[in-house]
């Protein structure tokens, strides 16, 4: 869900808790949809504002008053799964901590998780509570392979020009974190005419493995073992059609062709 940042309950929707108060809008009129599905939202961004830049927000006040800001636009009365979208320097993790021991208990989120923070950090807010963080979300595809390369970089000159804390993925592996990947189509860059070596092999592979070439790029992150889980953001149907087979089978990339599409992306040979 788009980050939310409406007036209150009841209040007119802010423009960046529209795909919530949408959302709402179809489980209100969809009778028992609200439990088949995972409903899944984050907060702790504050969006700019007329001269006011934008800031990251985890105080423990903020986070339930964006929670129920949430269930309000959703119209529904639980989240399955909350993310604390960045890290903001300035958490006070026991704050942090009690916030969300209210909303679990108030029965108000069923679980949390993090996004866009290294194994560190969320060992860091994990000390202070007993809830399980569950979820990281990080960008990651075909286009954004820092998260893929900072492993093998590691200990070579190459290191230092890869940000990505080394370790994240071991870390969320031992620790029970699944990894979500956001934009894992990376808006579009290698599947929508654009003509470069990498776009041609997506192609070229979608049409040997008679599928789509999105089901190419979430494949790719797919037939890593961390189980990466891609969430796509489109509303357009025939593009949720074109993810579909990612989902319906089990990633078809050979050991090879994992890496060819790897090198190929990275337009330089691996150390
Ligand atoms: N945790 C975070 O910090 C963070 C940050 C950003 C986003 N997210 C979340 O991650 C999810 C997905 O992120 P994303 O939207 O960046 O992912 P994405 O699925 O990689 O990109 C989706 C965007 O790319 C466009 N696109 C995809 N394929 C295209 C094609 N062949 N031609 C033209 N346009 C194409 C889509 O347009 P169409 O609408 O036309 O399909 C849409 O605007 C969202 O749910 C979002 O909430 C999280």
Request: net charge positive; aromatic share 6%; charged share 25%.
């Amino acid at each position: 869900m788009a980050c939310p940042r409406s007036r209150g309950r009841g209040a007119a929707y802010h423009q960046y808790g529209k795909s919530e108060a949408v959302f709402g809008e179809v489980l209100a009129r969809s009778p028992g949809l609200r439990q088949r599905i995972v409903i899944q939202t984050k907060c702790g961004i504050r969006l700019p504002e007329g001269d006011r830049p934008g800031y990251y927000d985890l105080r423990g006040a903020g986070i339930v008053r964006r929670v129920e800001e949430s269930l309000a636009r959703l119209r529904t009365d639980v989240l399955d799964v909350l993310l604390l979208h960045r890290p903001d320097p300035l958490t006070d993790p026991g704050g942090l901590a009690a916030a969300l021991a209210s909303l679990h208990a108030q029965g108000l989120v069923r679980q949390f998780g993090v996004s866009n923070m290294s194994g560190p950090q969320i060992a860091a807010l994990q000390a202070h509570t007993d809830l399980p963080l569950v979820v990281n979300q990080l960008e990651m595809s075909l286009v954004r392979r820092d998260w893929v390369e900072a492993g093998v970089l590691f200990n070579t000159p190459d290191a230092t020009r890869n940000g990505f804390a080394p370790g994240t993925l071991e870390w969320c592996a031992a620790n029970g974190v699944r990894l979500q990947a956001w934009g894992p189509l990376a808006r579009g860059r290698l599947t929508s005419g654009a003509d470069t070596r990498v776009s041609r092999l997506v192609a070229e592979l979608a049409r040997r493995k008679d599928t789509t070439p999105e089901t190419i790029l979430l494949w790719w992150l797919r037939r890593h073992p961390a189980g990466i889980a891609p969430v796509i953001g489109t509303t357009r149907p025939e593009r949720i059609s074109a993810c579909a087979d990612a989902a319906r089978r089990e990633p078809d990339l050979t050991h090879e062709e994992w890496y060819e599409l790897w090198a190929t992306a990275r337009e330089a040979p691996l150390p």
